[in-house]
């Protein structure tokens, strides 16, 4: 069982006027086994939170800790963290030109692993990770993301999930541009995942649409670069008939 945990987390990024602080102490511990959503207005620091797990240079820690199983991630490179067990799915997966599904795929689990998986074997899991995708075998040809749909680019990262397997998977808006089909088929693919029973989800989102299809053990309200509320999914419920107007007048009052 393992442990991600993150403590009184500051972040800032540059902007033309300066540092512009956008996590203002944020708590948060995700167990294996545990699905946690983070939900909250545009702005709100859901994706900061993301990005700087994952390591983009773009966010700059300025307080604070994240340690998987007691494990300094933030003094970790991005690869290094990878390795540890942490995967994002990007919001906006970009096109890399000129290199396949398959050798993205294949490089990908190698650097991960320490070691390139055994080609026959590994393409029958390709295969069967694209399967239950609902995507062919030739979508591995295809270069990655370029000419993609949302909803293909969506599915790819769910593939990435099933065969890079980590211990830790933060979907950054997993659900964003998917119609009801293509949503269904990447829950689906998420609840795989978790149903091992040694991982742990965190799981950004502004609706509570793919919370039909997943269901959170913890709801937690990001507002303003802090956490604001958190419950288990009847929070969920609650913030579907009620929004956030409430917890962004409060943040703004205070």
């Known amino acids: 069982m393992s442990t991600l945990e993150i403590r009184d987390l500051h972040v800032s990024v540059e902007t033309e006027t300066g540092p ?29 939170l993301a990005y700087s797990i994952a390591g983009h240079p773009k966010y700059q820690v300025t307080g604070g800790s994240v340690t998987l199983d007691g494990e300094d991630v933030l003094s970790k490179t991005v690869d290094e963290r990878a390795r540890a067990g942490l995967f994002l799915a990007m919001q906006y997966p970009v096109e890399v030109a000129g290199v396949s599904v398959a050798n993205f ?9 320490g070691q390139a998986p055994n080609l026959r074997k590994w393409v029958k899991e390709v295969n069967g990770a694209l399967d239950q995708m609902g995507m062919d075998a030739d979508f591995a040809q295809r270069n990655v993301n ?5 909803g293909e680019k969506k599915r790819h990262e769910i593939v990435q999930l099933e065969l890079l397997d980590p211990k830790f998977a933060i979907l950054d808006e997993t659900d964003s541009g998917l119609d009801i089909d293509a949503l269904k088929v ?9 149903a091992k029973g040694d991982k742990g989800v965190l799981l950004i989102t502004h609706y509570t649409r793919i919370l039909r299809y997943i269901t959170p053990d913890h709801v ?8 604001a509320e958190e419950g288990g999914p009847e929070l969920a419920e609650k913030l579907e008939s009620e929004g956030y107007a409430s917890y962004v007048k409060a943040g703004a009052s205070s």
């Open 20 to 48: 512009k602080e956008i996590l203002r102490g944020v708590n948060l511990t995700v167990k294996s086994g545990e699905t946690h959503a983070i939900m909250g207005p545009n702005g709100s620091g859901k994706s900061t």
């Open 105 to 113: 795929l294949r490089t990908a689990k190698g650097a991960v692993d």
């Open 146 to 150: 370029e000419g993609f749909s949302g």
């Open 186 to 194: 990447v829950s689906d693919g998420v609840n795989r995942f978790h």
């Open 220 to 227: 937690h309200v990001f507002v303003d670069g802090r956490v």
